[in-house]
């Protein structure tokens, strides 16, 4: 299994709420999480926005079976072209994670074809973490419910399409619910969203959460190599027809 762990990695740097959680940032977190889970079964690897072509190159692309995303406030930020490159490869079978405000990010609206818009959020509060497809294999082994003492709450109305896995509904100390554990299949690729995981809060350490996330690596992983989708459909030569019931 090869992961690549992608982070926009701004706001560590800069606040210190985010430092004092995340010191060496969130995707080192999140890899570590994969290397505690997987051992030497998995290679992973780090990206973030600053990196050249976002970290994202052809050949990492290439090296990489499931792409796993966190990002917050730079979602404009991140090139269009790397965006169509990542969705690409996900048609042609890359797995790819998509991990809380995410949801809203540029690949996220290109793959699902809606704003991808949450509405509400607070701070603070308990979520419960529900399985409601306990038979998916993303839940294998996830408390039901999984709970978190602290997190971030975002609530419905989620605007993506229909999943077509739903695997957890998380409720929040609120009162409000979230479909927070959803899965589309787009060409040969899977899509997995987990809202559960804030910058201010030591999620990501979590050993159910990082479970959730090694799950969902296996689920998103292609079975078949993955192929490189071209950006355009080949042009079929004129009268190609002919050429075909001759050689018939």
């Not at 079964?41 to 990206?47: C, F, I, L, Q, S």
């Not at 996220?108 to 419960?128: D, I, K, P, V």
């Amino acid at each position: 299994m090869r992961i690549t762990v992608w982070n926009e990695y701004y706001q560590e740097p800069k606040d210190p709420r985010v430092a004092a959680v995340y010191p060496e940032g969130i995707h080192r977190v999140l890899a570590e999480g994969f290397e505690a889970q997987f051992g030497s079964e998995a290679e992973v690897r780090t990206a973030v926005l600053a990196d050249p072509e976002h970290g994202l190159t052809e050949r990492v692309l290439a090296e990489t079976d499931v792409l796993v995303w966190w990002a917050h406030l730079k979602h404009g930020e991140v090139s269009d072209e790397i965006v169509e490159r990542i969705r690409l490869r996900v048609l042609g079978g890359m797995g790819l994670l998509i991990l809380h405000s995410a949801i809203e990010a540029k690949i996220s609206q290109a793959l699902l074809g809606t704003t991808c818009r949450m509405s509400w959020w607070r701070h603070g509060g308990r979520e419960l973490m529900w399985t409601v497809e306990p038979g998916h294999q993303i839940a294998q082994g996830v408390p039901n419910p999984l709970v978190i003492p602290e997190g971030e709450m975002y609530g419905e109305p989620l605007h993506v399409p229909t999943p077509d896995d739903l695997v957890f509904i998380t409720a929040y100390e609120g009162g409000e619910v979230l479909r927070s554990g959803c899965g589309w299949k787009r060409g040969r690729g899977r899509i997995f969203f987990l809202a559960a995981g804030h910058e201010e809060y030591p999620i990501y350490y979590r050993d159910d959460v990082r479970l959730v996330l090694a799950n969902a690596a296996r689920w998103a992983k292609s079975p078949t190599p993955v192929e490189a989708i071209p950006a355009k459909v080949p042009q079929l030569p004129e009268h190609w027809w002919e050429s075909t019931e001759a050689n018939a």
